[in-house]
Structure formats: structure tokens, C-alpha cells
């Protein structure tokens, strides 16, 4: 016998004055025991947000009214409770906007658009920004605007995805990194990325594919290329290959 077994089989010995002492063990009596709504011990379970939560799932497949309230005061037991309703839940909706990833998965999985209360936690997080931006508003996330500019990589996706175009405030920590400058010079500008031809310079994977799209796609720069000693070895060793 596992021990879940034996908890369930010491359930079944407990004094009834005890079960109803303690939530979890209210919801484990229904869910476990009499496989079955415990309207008895519906009260206790409905003191706690998870365990009220989890009698809806489990026991009811539906609706709790009487532990909503508790429910409400957690946000992933809020964000669940929605998900196994199918609709939103109101009650719940102002401690589902104090966090960024409950915030975005509510706009997107029940509410399937946009979420102002939840827009400023949002804000504060790079990935939900874009993700909101691109999947939820299809359009710019001005508010989110500051914290995807520190993120080289969601700056890009921002760009591309989002926009269709430059995000100068981005390009700082874009060109930073080289992989991304090189992705935002070709996918975005179609154009040399002057910000990340340091990086690029001195990167051995990135650097060559950036001078080779730059020589192919706009042959004029290369003789500024040229001027940064990190490309020039480059050049050379291309030619070295060839």
C-alpha cells in the first residue's frame, strides 16, 4: 500500500470531529473517500483558496459558489477557477492583475482579449509585455514599451512581430548581442545595423553572416566595414576559406 493509500485508509478510521476541523482533509474525505459532493464539510473546505478550488475540479466538476470568496483571494487559484468555469471570473479578477503571468493566461485563455487591469503588472515583465502585444492587443504595448527595451531578444520580437518596423528604444540592447543585431538588420531594417556592428565585429559566428548579408544586400557599407579592424580580419579569413 502507497502512502496515499494509507492516508486514504486512515481517513476512512478519522473521527468525523476532526475531519471537519481541518480543509484538506474535508476535500481529500470527498474526493477520496465517498467519491462524492461532502456538503457537510463544504464550509471548512470553503475557508481555504486552493482547497476550494480543488473541490470544484475534483468533486463538483463545476462551480463552488460558497468557496468563491476565498477563492478570490489567490491568484493562480482565480486564474484556475476561471479555467474550469470556461468564464470570467470577476470576484477574482483584482489579485489575477497583481501578476504578470496570471494577467496575460487570463486575457488569453478566458477572457480572449484584452485585460486593462492587468495591463500595469504586465508592464513590469518583458516576456508578458510581447506576448500581450503580439497575441493579445495584435498592436504596440506602449506601456510595456520601457521594460521590453532592456531585452535585447523581445526587442526583436517586439520589432518584428509587433511593430512590422524599428523600435529605437530597443536598439541599445539589441546591439548588444550579436546574434540579434544581425537578425534585426536583416528581419527589421533590411539595412545595416550601425549599433550592434561592434559586437558583430568581434562575434565569430554572427560577424561573418553580417558581413556576407552586408556585402550581398548593400555593398556601399562595406568600405566602412572595413574600417573596424574586427571585420577586416574577418574579411580576411573569408578570403583565406574561399
Not at 484538506?24 to 464550509?43: N, P, Q
Not at 498592436?139 to 527595451?149: H, P
Amino acid at each position: 500500500m502507497g502512502r496515499r493509500e494509507e492516508y486514504i485508509e486512515s481517513l476512512r478510521n478519522t473521527d468525523m470531529s476532526e475531519i471537519l476541523q481541518d480543509p484538506y482533509k474535508c476535500l481529500s474525505y470527498a474526493r477520496d473517500v465517498i467519491k462524492g459532493r461532502f456538503t457537510e464539510g463544504e464550509h471548512v473546505i470553503s475557508r481555504s483558496p486552493l482547497t476550494s478550488y480543488s473541490y470544484a475540479k475534483d468533486v463538483l466538476d463545476g462551480p463552488f459558489v460558497q468557496g468563491e470568496e476565498a477563492i478570490s483571494t489567490d491568484g493562480y487559484s482565480s486564474y484556475l477557477y476561471a479555467l474550469l468555469i470556461q468564464k470570467r471570473f470577476e470576484l477574482g479578477e483584482e489579485i489575477i492583475s497583481q501578476d504578470a503571468e496570471y494577467s496575460f493566461n487570463y486575457a488569453l485563455d478566458i477572457i480572449k482579449g484584452p485585460f486593462p487591469l492587468g495591463e500595469k503588472e504586465i508592464a513590469k515583465d518583458s516576456y508578458y509585455s510581447y506576448c500581450y502585444a503580439n497575441y493579445i492587443l495584435h498592436s504596440r504595448f506602449e506601456l510595456g514599451e520601457d521594460y521590453i527595451s532592456w531585452s535585447a531578444s523581445y526587442s526583436y520580437f517586439y520589432a518584428r512581430d509587433v511593430l512590422g518596423g524599428p523600435f529605437e528604444r530597443g536598439e541599445e540592447a539589441i546591439g548588444t548581442v550579436a546574434k540579434w543585431s544581425y537578425h534585426y538588420a536583416l528581419d527589421v531594417l533590411d539595412a545595416p545595423f550601425k549599433k550592434g556592428e561592434y559586437c558583430l565585429s568581434i562575434d565569430e559566428n554572427w560577424g561573418p553572416l553580417y558581413l556576407i548579408y552586408i556585402a550581398a544586400k548593400h555593398p556601399n557599407h562595406i568600405v566602412n566595414l572595413m574600417k573596424n579592424k574586427g571585420f577586416a580580419a574577418i574579411c580576411d579569413h573569408l578570403a583565406d576559406e574561399i
